[in-house]
Nanobody, 119 residues
Framework: VQLVESGGGLVQPGGSLRLSCAAS????????MSWYRQAPGKERELVAR????????YYADSVKGRFAISRDNAKNTVYLQMNSLKPEDTGVYSC?????????????WGQGTQVTVSS
């Protein structure tokens, strides 16, 4: 199982970035996919989630209206479009795949990609 994030970097306040997470080794289209972030000295927080079929999404209040999560099940990839970035969006962004089964939860994580918003 692999989740490989890309697209992070340094961006000025007000700028945009698009993160990608390429998945392999599991049945991607059956998993809910999420983006989490962890800022220095803070706990990891859920940023956005998308259902397996892509119809339902969730956003943290802090990113509503600025971020958009999407997925391409044919490419086994989930995206996070981040617009109007703020310094407080700085952190390591990780993607997560989760499937609730009869026997428990399958939870997969990527290594993360750094996003720094600074002038």
């Amino acid at each position: 199982v692999q989740l490989v994030e890309s697209g992070g970097g340094l961006v000025q306040p007000g700028g945009s970035l698009r993160l990608s997470c390429a998945a392999s080794g599991f049945s991607f289209s059956t998993y809910a996919m999420s983006w989490y972030r962890q800022a220095p000295g803070k706990e990891r927080e859920l940023v956005a989630r998308i259902a397996s079929a892509g119809g339902n999404t969730y956003y943290a209040d802090s990113v509503k209206g600025r971020f958009a999560i999407s997925r391409d099940n044919a490419k086994n990839t989930v995206y996070l479009q981040m617009n109007s970035l703020k310094p407080e969006d700085t952190g390591v962004y990780s993607c997560n795949g989760r499937l609730q089964t009869t026997w428990g939860v399958n939870d997969y994580w990527g290594q993360g990609t750094q996003v720094t918003v600074s002038s």
